[in-house]
Every structure is written in C-alpha cells, then in structure tokens.
C-alpha cells in the first residue's frame, strides 16, 4: 500500500534563511508526488507536483521539491522564508496506476519567525 | 480563478441525526472527492465519483455515508445517523481528469461537530 511519511511535526526557522520540509514515500510502482498547504481555516492549496522528467519541481510562492527515487524522498524547500509561509504543508502521493486517491503524510507545521 | 466552494463551514449536529454537506466543484470538472480531517490528525480519503457513480471508497465510508450530484453543479456527502467519532472537518476536491498526475482542487472544507 502507499503511504507517506513526515519526519517532522514542526519545523522553525528564521525569516530569510531557506526551509526544508521533509517527505518519503512508499509506493509499489512509479510515485506522482504533492505538495499541499493548509493555512488556518482555509482548504489544503495546491502547491507543486513530481510526474515525472527533472528531479526539481518548482511550485507556487517560490516553493521547490526534490524527487531523489534511490532515498524515495519527495522534499519541500524554499530558498529564503517569509514570515507568510507560516502554515501547516501536507506532502501526497499517488500511484501512477489505479485510479483516483491521494494519500496524505501527517503533515508538518512549518513556524517562520521575523 | 475557480474554487471549489462548500457549505455550510460549520454543522453541529446531534448524535444520531442526519446531516448533508455541500459542495460545488470547479465548473468544468469531472471527478469528485471528498476526504476528512479529524482534528490533529491526516487528511484521509473517503470516496471519489465519476459519471454519478462512486469510483474508489475507503473503508471509512461505510453504509452511513453516501454521495450524490443531484444537478450539474452540487456534490453532496450525506451522513445518515452520526456518530461522535464522525466529528471533523470534510473537505470535497474536484479535479478534471482522473489521471494520478491531475492535482485535486480543495474547497475551504465544512467543519462538522457532533454532540
């Protein structure tokens, strides 16, 4: 079965330094990985996606992902946080075969500090 | 830009009654889903549809749970007698093709309390 996993229930880091946001995976065939944001009271917005072809994925808001398929990682990374990206960040992913659910990691609050 | 929007964005509710969520999806959609949150918890999947018929179901979504399009906008998820463990928030997605590589559009979700 897939599943996801995050390392971390928070993450904290200082405005203007880069964040990283860890995620693995499991999954029987080939992954379609993604990463999600949840700001509070809001719905999960869609941030970025690995289908397949160049390893780093660029996303919405300067956010960027990096498939590593040997250590079955899918990581979140921004180069300079803002104090804005303050939110809570759910990675995902799918099987490319079968049909339609994503599968949710735990998610992990990332806490940017001025 | 389109959005997925739901309502209400809270329910109570008492124990055993009946409750219907909302949801109306991106216009040109054609696969519907809905999840729930439970509070501190993962988003888990519930159930996808597709040419009014579920598509993929959990094994959360049990005989008390169904979905329906009534008309060419809505997508409802109706509980049918509610438990207290049924207390979380639920969010409907759309997306407008089933293939894994679609991202899923999520509404603000419906926050549902069962007392």
């Known amino acids: 079965a897939q599943s996801v996993a995050q390392p971390e229930d928070q993450v904290n880091v200082a405005e203007g330094n880069p964040l990283t946001v860890k995620c693995t995976y499991s999954v029987s065939g080939n992954p379609y990985l993604f990463w999600y944001v949840q700001y509070p009271n809001r719905g999960l917005q869609f941030l970025l996606k690995?289908?397949?072809?160049?390893?780093l994925v660029k996303g919405s808001y300067g956010f960027e992902a990096e498939f590593n398929k040997s250590q079955t990682s899918f990581h979140l990374k921004k180069p300079s946080a803002l104090v804005s990206d303050s939110a809570l960040y759910f990675c995902a992913v799918r099987e490319n075969t079968g049909f339609q659910k994503l599968v949710f990691g735990t998610g992990t609050r990332l806490l940017v500090s001025p | 830009e389109p959005e997925v929007t739901q309502t209400p964005s809270h329910q109570v509710t008492q124990m055993g009654q009946e409750v219907i969520l909302r949801c109306v999806p991106i216009s040109n959609h054609l696969y519907f889903y809905w999840y729930r949150q439970i509070l501190g918890q993962k988003v888990e999947f519930l159930v996808s549809f597709y040419n009014n018929e579920i598509s993929e179901k959990s094994e959360i979504f049990d005989d008390q749970f169904s979905v329906e399009r009534p008309d060419g906008s809505n997508f409802t998820l109706k509980i049918r007698s509610t438990k207290l463990e049924d207390s979380a928030m639920y969010f409907c997605?759309?997306?407008?093709?089933?293939?894994?590589?679609?991202?899923?559009?999520f509404g603000p979700g419906t926050r549902l309390t069962v007392t």
């Open positions: 997605a759309s997306s407008v093709e089933a293939g894994a590589h679609y991202e899923q559009y």
């Open positions: 690995y289908i397949t072809g160049d390893n």
